[in-house]
């Protein structure tokens, strides 16, 4: 029989050995376009438990461990991945529910329900992912359960089952397949499950991997140098910057000598080549305009200028959010909206739209069940919509709903264009039912074009890619490849106009110039027919070059 220490010992265990493995699941990806990793979100799923389990004493019993985890699971689950992981550890719990202690036949009854809760929860199971290996695993433990006893023997029949099974994926996926890699869900629950098996045969719990220790002269160790000052606002502006050394540069020590005329916390690191600065001060152009003196300003990092009297105000309000437990807000109007977006200009343009509280994320920074939760509770409506506006943040989304009596509807939308085109149908002289229905239909008439890079080599849907091409993607799926930005828009936008349109929206990123989008918009408007006009929004978003609305 497991007790209850021992079983929150395997589980944080469990959780310290995937981040530490991670990034060798990050790796076995074969999508190329950047995206939210599976390793990474399994690991901050599973991840978000371990403080919890740590508090809980020796004598606890394996129901409570359950529950602790699953909670802390759900809460913290992200992307698809981490969903489908806290649906089994939830299952789980259910299965443990009421017991001190559990043996093989607990297990296997709970690793069922952990695997079906799994199952329910994603509309259209594909087979040879993590889904696959869950279950095979589960069959396998309810067979070892029935000839044997041991736990010992138990766990390891389970992981040898799991393991055998994620070989497997590699031919039930034709992506799989040609990429010559397993699939990347499966290898994450078979590390977890693997290093809770040690724990149970008599291992002590992983110990984390060590951070490879920064250069003395980094930026890095630079700011963790100065953070001793972040608290003290007697001045407005936390200045920093780095400098090359010009020729002939004068002794550092004037530049510090100057900076304490005109500000505190003044620190000036220097070495052969480089000279770091960080002061605190009400005048941080008289700061850089005297440091030109010394030498020139590098690209990486850029001068950083930031007002810490805002920052503390933020601090401040998010401590007592943390103090209210999130609360619920009063109700102050009928409907209420979340959406889940990244890039200030595409946040500005959903909260001019309505949106109550934006949660920032979307692709390869997938947030949370607990962040789209907390925003949901703080939005003053009656019914609130979320919109999730990334494919991979839906099952995040509706977990929330479970987390909360408030009318919640989540619209599936999978693009900022399909988000966009949602709000703008909303009516607020029509009820629940009809504005999901128009909100819907809205979306789903948009067009969305995607313009991004490749992360890495790979071979997908007939495409051979190297890292760094320009991929185009059609609606999710992808298009084609090209070599230049421009070109591939045009193309991309040509071939969305193809089915008619009367408007398209380019909205270009942080890595996109204002004098560039707007020389693409004057390419695309000569291209187009007369009829269709183009707009050009700054939507300042990572990752996507240009997303193009076609309607």
């Known amino acids: 029989m497991i007790n209850g220490a021992l079983f929150r010992?395997?589980?944080?265990?469990?959780?310290?050995?995937?981040?530490?493995?991670?990034?060798?699941?990050?790796?076995?990806?074969?999508?190329?376009?950047?995206?939210?990793?599976?390793?990474?979100?399994?690991s901050m799923t599973i991840g978000n438990a371990v403080e919890e389990l740590k508090r809980l004493p020796d004598n606890v019993s394996v129901s409570d461990v359950a529950s602790a985890a699953a909670s802390a699971l759900l809460r913290g689950a992200r992307g698809n991945s981490g969903v489908i992981l806290s649906l089994i550890f939830r299952g789980i719990s259910k299965g443990?529910?009421?017991?001190?202690?559990?043996?093989?036949?607990?297990?296997?009854?709970?690793?069922?329900?952990?695997?079906?809760?799994?199952?329910?929860?994603?509309?259209?199971?594909?087979?040879?992912?993590?889904?696959?290996?869950?279950?095979?695993?589960?069959?396998?433990?309810?067979?070892?359960?029935?000839?044997?006893?041991?736990?010992?023997?138990?766990?390891?029949?389970?992981?040898?089952?799991?393991?055998?099974?994620?070989?497997?994926?590699?031919?039930?996926?034709?992506?799989?397949?040609?990429?010559?890699?397993?699939?990347?869900?499966?290898?994450?629950?078979?590390?977890?499950?693997?290093?809770?098996?040690?724990?149970?045969?008599?291992?002590?719990?992983?110990e984390p991997a060590e951070v490879p220790a920064e250069e003395e002269n980094s930026i890095e160790a630079f700011r963790t140098a100065v953070s001793q000052y972040d608290d003290d606002i007697t001045f407005t502006y936390c200045t920093e910057f780095m400098l090359e050394k010009n020729e002939n540069c004068p002794d550092p020590f004037m530049l510090r000598a100057y900076l304490e005329t005109i500000g505190d916390c003044v620190v000036v690191v220097d070495d052969e080549k480089i000279i770091k600065v960080h002061v605190h001060t009400d005048n941080p152009g008289k700061a850089i305009q005297k440091g030109l003196e010394f030498g020139y300003f590098i690209n990486d990092p850029k001068p950083k200028i930031e007002n810490m009297r805002i920052?503390?105000?933020?601090?401040?309000?998010?401590?007592?959010?943390?103090?209210?437990?999130?609360?619920?807000?009063?109700?102050?109007?009928?409907?209420g909206f979340v959406a889940v977006a990244a890039g200030h200009g595409i946040e500005t343009l959903f909260t001019d739209l309505g949106v109550d509280f934006v949660v920032r994320g979307g692709q390869t920074m997938n947030p949370s069940t607990d962040d789209i939760l907390r925003a949901i509770l703080a939005t003053p409506a009656k019914t609130v919509f979320v919109l999730p506006n990334n494919k991979n943040i839906i099952m995040a989304a509706e977990q929330a709903v479970k987390l909360t009596d408030k009318s919640v509807c989540v619209l599936q939308t999978r693009t900022i264009p399909q988000g966009i085109s949602a709000m703008m149908a909303f009516d607020d002289s029509v009820g629940l039912a009809e504005n999901r229905i128009n909100m819907t239909k809205a979306f789903e008439k948009v067009q969305t074009g995607l313009v991004t890079y490749a992360a890495r080599d790979s071979e997908f849907e007939g495409h051979a890619i190297k890292e760094g091409e320009i991929l185009a993607l059609d609606n999710g799926k992808l298009a084609f490849t090209e070599k230049d930005i421009n070109k591939a828009t045009v193309k991309l936008t040509k071939k969305l106009c193809k089915s008619g349109a009367s408007y398209v929206t380019v909205i270009y990123g942080s890595d996109v110039t204002e004098e560039n989008a707007e020389q693409l918009q004057q390419l695309l408007q000569s291209k187009l027919s007369d009829k269709i006009e183009v707009m050009l929004v700054n939507g300042g978003q990572p990752v996507y070059y240009y997303i193009i609305s076609v309607e």
């Open 96 to 206: 443990l529910s009421g017991l001190n202690e559990a043996g093989c036949e607990d297990f296997a009854r709970a690793l069922e329900l952990g695997v079906k809760a799994a199952y329910k929860a994603v509309m259209k199971p594909v087979e040879g992912t993590i889904l696959t290996v869950s279950r095979c695993a589960a069959e396998k433990a309810k067979e070892s359960a029935i000839s044997n006893s041991s736990d010992v023997i138990f766990w390891s029949d389970v992981c040898a089952e799991a393991e055998a099974t994620l070989a497997k994926t590699t031919e039930m996926l034709p992506q799989l397949k040609k990429a010559g890699v397993v699939d990347a869900g499966g290898m994450g629950f078979t590390i977890i499950i693997r290093a809770m098996y040690e724990v149970f045969n008599g291992g002590s719990i992983a």
């Open 9 to 42: 010992d395997a589980v944080i265990s469990a959780a310290i050995t995937l981040n530490n493995r991670k990034r060798e699941v990050d790796e076995l990806n074969v999508y190329p376009v950047p995206d939210g990793d599976t390793g990474t979100n399994m």
């Open 311 to 335: 920052q503390h105000q933020n601090k401040v309000k998010e401590a007592e959010q943390l103090e209210n437990g999130f609360a619920p807000a009063v109700p102050e109007k009928e409907f």
